[in-house]
Structure formats: structure tokens, C-alpha cells
């Protein structure tokens, strides 16, 4: 990495010192403002992290300029931080389904922080402001800038990434989100390693956590009713076998080590190597694969124990008249209590869409699922006492083909 031009006033046991001030001042005065006066709170963190970043280079007489360089944005940096970034959030998926399996109590972290962030949607303009810009501009001062100034006198990069991205994790102090904060920092710091552009990590940082921000924000008020969406997301996490979850996670993140090797080419282009796609290509298809056999084995694991409420399979020929009626096959399930059940739907009707649909008593739908092939359905659903009816319906297409299925409900 590029050295400053007084890199023998910075050794890599500052940047430990340093580093353990920012997480002793956000251990205590941070945790303490933030507590006391909520959103403002986090606002005075981050700018308390950015004063500390300023005040280290002042002490140690280094030019700030060399600690937080700032550089001209071409086309293939900005095309490298979002294939990064798309890469990093892809990942981040999966570490979360990994921190699932070990960590107690995610849900109880996930709903408090939700909750703090994105419960209050007036507040929503200062949130992204917290949230998005400023942990983009403080905390990329804080640990890309000055820590990792630190740094630049080890020779191997890879080293530098890891000892940032390991440090950015314990500064978010939390068990769960540890290894995808983690992973987000080495991210950043292999950024800031390859072009010595400070501002390439804080515009990644700040799409992350701009992206983040909406979908939270929206996934939390979309209810109408704040603390009622917070509690339903919490209840819903602590009811799915987190083996499923990680399966899940696998599955949707499995192409993250094909989005990192393309940003690291366009980032750093005299240390990309062809080969490196070929191992991203193998490390993909290892994650799709494992994550369909987590799920298919954790759904099956969790449907042979115990009775079913409703165990429905047929096979048949669609006929004209079958698709004049409303629905090609109809079955109804009764509850008298709320429930958290598990629903698997497996269907085929080669030539046609097919549809699967669940609807309670008042004609809400509950589940809706289409496939012009075959049809897979495995959710987790939370239920209300009453009537609740099952459906396949299909097009035209469908006519002389045959159609079979099988649903469980446990």
C-alpha cells in the first residue's frame, strides 16, 4: 500500500491504541449519549469519532491530506465500488445466516434495533442522515483513515484488510452482526488499500447503509402500526429453524464471490489474475448448491415430526370443464388458535402457469406462488383463528395436461 510521506511517525501499534480509544469512547460516551438522547446521541457518536480521527493526525503531526487522500473518481473505480458493493451485501447475507445458527436471542437485537432506527417515521429524514452520510464520512475517517495509516508500513495488503476488517467488526460491539460488519470492513479497507481514495469506501459505506436504511425503514412502517410490524418481524425470526435460514441466505448470496472478484478487477487491475473467476465460479456453486440441501433437509427434518394439519395431494388431467370452474383444486384447514405453522407446496403442470394461493375467511390472501413449470412453495406462516382456504388455479394452457400436487401443512 501506499505509504504517507511521513509514514515513521505512524507504527501499527497506534493504529491498536487508537482503535481502542474509538471503541472505549463509543463504550461509554457514545453508548451513554446515544441511550440519553436517542438519534441526537448518534449523531454526536459519529462526529465524535470523526473529532478523534482529526485530533490523532494533529498529535502526531501527519498530514491530513495524506491520511484521508482524496482522488479523482474514473468510470472503473466507480463501476468496482458497486459490483463491491452488490458483492458485500451478498455476503453480508450470508454471514448473517452463519451468526444466526450460533448467536441467542438475534431476534430480540434485530427487532431493538430495528425498532430505534425505523420506528419513528418522522424522524426519518435525521435518520438517514445518521445512518447513511454520516458513518460514511466519520467512521471511514475513523477506521480506513486513520487507523489504517497505521498500517501502511506492513508490506502484505492482505494482512492490512484483515486487521481493519476484524477491527470494524468488534466496533459495531454486537455477537450477530460481528462477521457481516466484519467482512464489510475488510471490504472497505481492501478499497482504500488498492487506490488510496478515501472517498471510494465512504460512497460504498454510504450505499450500504443507504440501501439498508430504506428497506428498513419501509419493511418497518409498511404496517401502519410500528411496534406491531417490529413484534410480527421478531416472532417470525425466532419461528424459522435458522439451519433453513442459512440455506436461504446461501441461496439468494450465492453469487457474492463473482460480484467481488469483478470489483476487485476494476479496482485493482495489475494485481487481477483470469483464475480468480474460476474459483469464484466453483465457491458460488458450492453456496447454491449447500443452500438447496440445507433447506430441502431442514424442511424435512421439521415435517416428520409430529401430525400434520393438512396433508393434500391429488393428480389429475385438466379438462375444460375443470378450467371452468373457479379453481382447479380447492382444499380448506380450520384453526382455533393462533398458530405458527410451516407450509410446503410441491406442484407440477408442464405447459401452463400454475398458481397456489392460501386465503383466510375474509378473502385476504395470505400466500400467493405462480410457475409455468413447477411450482415450490416452503414458508413459514402465522395464522389467526378462523377458516382458511387452499386453491390451485391455472391458465389455458394447462387443458389435456396433467397437474399434480402435494401440501403439507405442519
Not at 417515521?121 to 475517517?141: D, G, Q, R, T
Request: net charge negative; glycine share 10%; hydrophobic share 50%.
Amino acid at each position: 500500500m501506499e505509504k504517507l510521506s511521513n509514514q515513521e511517525r505512524l507504527k501499527p501499534w497506534m493504529g491498536v491504541i487508537l482503535f481502542v480509544v474509538g471503541l472505549l469512547f463509543l463504550l461509554f460516551g457514545g453508548s451513554f449519549m446515544q441511550n440519553a438522547w436517542g438519534i441526537p446521541g448518534l449523531v454526536a457518536t459519529e462526529f465524535g469519532f470523526l473529532g478523534i480521527s482529526i485530533l490523532f493526525c494533529v498529535i502526531r503531526k501527519v498530514k491530513i491530506k495524506e491520511v484521508f487522500p482524496i482522488k479523482k473518481i474514473t468510470v472503473a473505480d466507480f463501476f468496482g465500488v458497486v459490483f463491491m458493493l452488490i458483492g458485500s451485501f451478498m455476503l453480508n447475507l450470508l454471514c448473517v445466516g452463519v451468526s444466526m445458527l450460533f448467536v441467542k436471542n438475534a431476534s430480540e437485537e434485530v427487532a431493538s434495533l430495528s425498532g430505534f432506527l425505523y420506528g419513528n417515521s418522522p424522524l426519518y429524514i435525521i435518520i438517514l442522515l445518521v445512518v447513511a452520510i454520516l458513518p460514511a464520512i466519520c467512521e471511514e475517517a475513523f477506521m480506513r483513515g486513520s487507523v489504517l495509516s497505521c498500517f501502511r508500513g506492513i508490506k502484505k495488503d492482505w494482512v492490512i484488510v484483515l486487521i481493519i476488517g476484524v477491527m470494524f467488526g468488534i466496533l459495531h460491539l454486537s455477537p450477530l452482526r460481528f462477521l457481516n460488519t466484519a467482512c464489510l470492513g475488510a471490504v472497505l479497507a481492501f478499497i482504500m488499500v488498492k487506490r488510496n481514495n478515501i472517498l471510494l469506501p465512504m460512497l460504498l459505506h454510504f450505499m450500504n447503509n443507504l440501501i439498508s436504511s430504506l428497506a428498513g425503514f419501509i419493511s418497518m412502517n409498511a404496517g401502519g402500526n410500528s411496534e406491531e410490524t417490529i413484534a410480527a418481524a421478531a416472532s417470525a425470526l425466532e419461528n424459522v429453524s435458522p439451519v433453513s435460514q442459512l440455506g436461504t441466505y446461501m441461496m439468494i448470496g450465492f453469487s457474492a464471490p463473482i460480484f467481488l472478484v469483478l470489483g476487485a478487477m476494476l479496482l485493482d487491475r495489475k494485481g487481477h489474475r483470469p483464475r480468480r473467476f474460476l474459483i469464484a465460479g466453483i465457491i458460488s456453486a458450492v453456496l447454491f448448491i449447500g443452500g438447496i440441501s440445507l433447506t430441502a433437509v431442514s424442511a424435512t427434518k421439521g415435517l416428520l415430526g409430529g401430525d400434520a394439519y393438512l396433508n393434500w395431494n391429488s393428480s389429475f388431467e385438466v379438462t375444460e370443464e375443470t378450467l371452468q370452474g373457479k379453481d382447479l383444486a380447492e382444499a380448506g384447514i380450520d384453526f382455533e388458535e393462533e398458530k405458527t405453522c410451516m407450509l410446503v407446496v410441491s406442484a407440477t403442470g408442464s405447459g401452463g402457469e400454475l398458481t397456489f394461493t392460501v386465503t383466510d375467511e375474509n378473502g385476504n390472501t395470505i400466500v400467493e406462488k405462480s410457475s409455468s413449470s413447477m411450482l415450490i412453495v416452503s414458508e413459514m406462516l402465522q395464522v389467526e383463528p378462523g377458516h382458511y382456504t387452499l386453491a390451485f388455479t391455472g391458465d389455458e394452457d394447462l387443458l389435456g395436461k396433467t397437474v399434480s400436487y402435494q401440501v403439507l401443512v405442519k
